[in-house]
């Protein structure tokens, strides 16, 4: 079993979005499914790349488009935050 466990490990393809959010550029990272990964802001790439090694050894991480079902929530829950601060 740890073998096939492995083998689908090693074919994951990870996607690489970027967000411009009040607080900075936020990095999310999807699978081909739309499942979201990981999210930190790009100050903190290199450790999140770091995390991503550990949990998907073998992952082909690769820029793309941000999906509207991970953009609409990222953005309302910004609007909403960005507003409290101002307030």
């Known amino acids: 079993m740890r073998s096939t466990r492995t083998a689908e ?3 994951i393809r990870l996607l690489l979005h970027r967000l411009e959010t009040p607080l900075g550029l936020a990095l999310l990272v999807s699978d081909e ?3 979201l990964r ?3 802001f790009s100050d903190y790439e290199a450790r999140m790349r770091k995390l991503l090694h550990i949990h998907y050894r073998h992952a082909d ?4 488009p941000l999906p509207t079902h ?3 929530p ?3 829950y910004c609007s909403a935050h960005s507003q409290r601060i101002r307030d």
Do not use: I
């Open 9 to 11: 490990m090693a074919a």
């Open 33 to 35: 499914q739309g499942v």
């Open 38 to 40: 990981a999210l930190d």
């Open 61 to 64: 991480l690769q820029a793309a």
């Open 70 to 72: 991970l953009a609409d």
């Open 74 to 76: 990222m953005a309302r």
